[in-house]
C-alpha cells in the first residue's frame, strides 16, 4: 500500500444462534424478575378470589373518597376482632373494586396505613388507629357480605359508603343481658364436659358471671387487663372453695374433686382462645411483629390468670389446713381432658359452642352451626385422644383442623367469614382443666404432704397447656387452609347470584 498502514483484520464470522430446546429452557432459564406481587393475585385463597376489577383509574378526588372507603372497612373489622389477613384482603377487595392500582396496605396491631397513587400520579395515604375493639361478628359478617356484593357486582361510591355507614350504626341483635348470660351457661358447661354434677356446672356459671362483672367494673375504671385476669382468676377460685366447704358442711351437694371443674369453668371465658389463634394466623401469613405483639398479649393474659388462680389456690389451701378439709383427690388430676361420658361431653360441646356464638353475638342463624361443629371437634378430639399412640395433644390438633376445614366451608356457604364459625366451636377444647391441674402442682407441690406433686412438674403441665392452645391455633389455620381449594365453586355460585 502507497500508505503503509496494515489493513484491519476480517471479523469473525457470526453464526446464527440456536435458539434452546424446551427442555433446556426449562433446565437452564434462571429465576423470575424480583417484582411486587399484582394486587388482585394476593387475594387467592381468599373468598374475594377473582375480583370483578374496575378497569377505569379513579380520578384523584374519586381516588381519596374510595381509599377512605377501603380503609373504613378495614377499621371496622379490626374492632370487630378480624386478623390481619382478613382486613388486608378485604381492604384489597373494595380498593380493586374501585380502580385502585398500586396499593399498599400495612398493618401493625391496631394501626392501619394504606396509600395508593391515583391517574395524575398523586400519590394518597390514609392512616387509621383502633385503640378498642370488641367481638362484634354480626357487624363482621355484615361487612363480610358488604365486601362480597362490590366485588361481584358494579361500583358505585355512593350507595356503597351510604351501606357501609348503616352497617357501622346497626344496633346489636343480641341483648347486653343475653350476651352476659351466655358466658355463665358457657361455663356452665365447661365444667359439665370436664365431670361436674349439675350443682357444681351452676356454681361455675355464676362464677363466670361474678368474673365478667369485676372484669367490666374494673376496665371502666381503666385497669390494664393483666390485672382484670388477675382478679378474675382470684375469684374464680374464692368461689369454687367456698362451694367445696359449703359441700364439705353438708350444705350444698359438691363434692371435693368438682373444686377443679368449678374453676376450670370459671377460667375458661378469660383464656385468649382467640388471640392465641390469631397471632398465630399473623406470624405465618407474614404479620410478624402482630404477631409478636399479639402473643405478648396473650403472654400477659395467661400470666394474670396464673398469678390470680395461684394467689386464690394459696389462700384457699391455707384455709383448707386450717379447717382440716380434704380439698382435692389424686384422681382429679387425671391427663384425661374430659371426664365425662362421651355423649354428655358431645351435648355440653353443643351447647358450648351456642353460648360461644352468642357471647360473640353472632347472627341468630349462625348459632346451632356452631354448637354442631363444636360438638364434631370434641367427638373428634376424645377419639384421638382415645388412641394409644396418641396423646391430647395431637387430639386438640387434629380437632382443630377439622374445625378449620369445616368452619370455613360451611360459614361461607352461609355468607359469613370461617372465623364466626371456627372461634366459637373452639372453645370446647381450650385447656382449662390442664392450667389449673399446672397451678395446683406449682402451689401444693412444695409441702410436706404433697407426695408425687412437685413445682417441676406445674411447670411442665402448664407448657403443655400452653403447647395445646398452640396446637389449637395451628390447627384452625391448617384447617382453612386446606380447605381453600374446596370453596372456589361456592364462592362463584354466590357471586353470580349477587350480581
Avoid at 103 to 116: A, N, R, W, Y
Avoid at 199 to 221: C, D, E, F, I, K
Avoid at 371 to 378: E, I, R, T
Avoid at 420 to 445: D, H, K, Q, T
Wanted: hydrophobic share 50%; glycine share 10%; charged share 15%.
Amino acid at each position: 500500500m502507497a500508505s503503509g498502514v496494515n489493513p484491519p483484520p476480517p471479523l469473525p464470522e457470526r453464526r446464527p444462534l440456536r435458539r434452546p430446546t424446551l427442555r433446556q429452557s426449562r433446565i437452564w432459564r434462571g429465576e423470575e424478575i424480583t417484582d411486587t406481587i399484582q394486587m388482585v393475585d394476593s387475594l387467592r385463597h381468599t373468598p374475594y378470589r377473582d375480583a370483578r376489577v374496575r378497569q377505569a383509574a379513579a380520578e384523584e378526588r374519586e381516588a381519596r373518597a374510595s381509599l377512605d372507603l377501603a380503609l373504613r372497612v378495614g377499621e371496622l373489622m379490626l374492632r370487630c376482632g378480624a386478623g390481619a389477613p382478613q382486613v388486608e384482603s378485604s381492604v384489597i377487595a373494595v380498593a380493586a373494586a374501585a380502580g385502585l392500582d398500586n396499593l399498599e396496605v400495612d398493618i401493625t396491631l391496631q394501626s392501619l396505613l394504606v396509600q395508593c397513587t391515583s391517574a395524575s400520579g398523586t400519590s394518597i395515604t390514609m392512616l387509621r388507629v383502633v385503640r378498642s375493639a370488641t367481638r362484634d361478628f354480626d357487624r363482621l359478617t355484615a361487612v363480610h357480605e358488604f365486601v362480597e356484593n362490590l366485588v361481584a357486582g358494579s361500583y358505585d361510591l355512593e350507595a356503597a359508603a351510604a351501606r357501609l355507614r348503616e352497617i357501622r350504626r346497626a344496633p346489636r341483635f343480641w341483648p347486653r343481658w343475653m350476651v352476659r348470660g351466655s358466658l355463665g351457661v358457657l361455663s356452665a358447661a365447661v365444667a359439665l364436659m370436664l365431670g361436674a354434677g349439675l350443682v357444681a356446672a351452676l356454681v361455675a356459671g355464676g362464677s363466670a358471671l361474678l368474673v365478667g362483672y369485676a372484669a367490666r367494673a374494673t376496665g371502666r375504671r381503666g385497669l390494664p387487663d393483666f390485672y382484670q385476669c388477675a382478679i378474675g382468676g382470684f375469684l374464680a377460685t374464692a368461689i369454687a372453695w367456698g362451694a367445696f366447704s359449703l359441700g364439705a358442711s353438708g350444705w350444698v351437694p359438691v363434692s371435693s374433686e368438682e373444686f377443679a371443674f368449678i374453676v376450670a369453668g370459671g377460667i375458661t371465658v378469660l383464656l385468649p382462645g382467640r388471640t392465641v389463634a390469631s397471632a398465630f394466623e399473623d406470624a405465618i401469613s407474614g404479620y410478624s411483629v402482630t404477631g409478636a405483639g399479639r402473643m405478648f398479649a396473650v403472654f400477659l393474659t395467661t400470666a394474670g390468670i396464673i398469678l390470680g388462680v395461684a394467689t386464690g389456690l394459696s389462700v384457699t389451701l391455707a384455709l383448707t389446713t386450717t379447717f382440716d378439709l380434704q380439698l382435692v383427690s389424686p384422681s382429679v388430676m387425671a391427663t384425661r381432658a374430659l371426664s365425662a361420658p362421651v355423649p354428655l361431653a358431645v351435648v355440653g360441646a353443643f351447647v358450648v359452642g351456642m353460648s360461644g356464638a352468642v357471647s360473640l353475638r353472632s347472627r341468630r342463624n349462625l348459632v346451632v352451626p356452631a354448637g354442631l361443629l363444636s360438638a364434631l371437634g370434641v367427638g373428634v378430639s376424645l377419639g384421638v385422644d382415645r388412641l394409644d399412640a396418641l396423646g391430647q395433644l395431637a387430639a386438640a390438633g387434629v380437632a382443630a383442623t377439622v374445625l378449620g376445614f369445616g368452619g370455613r366451608l360451611l360459614a361461607l356457604r352461609m355468607g359469613a367469614p370461617a372465623m364466626v364459625l371456627a372461634v366459637p366451636a373452639s372453645y370446647g377444647l381450650l385447656p382449662g382443666l390442664a392450667i389449673f391441674r399446672g397451678l395446683y402442682e406449682m402451689v401444693n407441690g412444695s409441702s410436706a404432704d404433697s407426695g408425687s406433686l412437685s413445682l417441676q412438674g406445674g411447670i411442665t403441665t402448664l407448657l403443655g397447656a400452653m403447647a395445646v392452645l398452640l396446637a389449637i391455633a395451628a390447627g384452625s389455620v391448617l384447617g382453612e387452609f386446606l380447605a381453600a381449594p374446596f370453596d372456589r365453586r361456592m364462592v362463584q355460585k354466590r357471586r353470580v347470584r349477587r350480581r
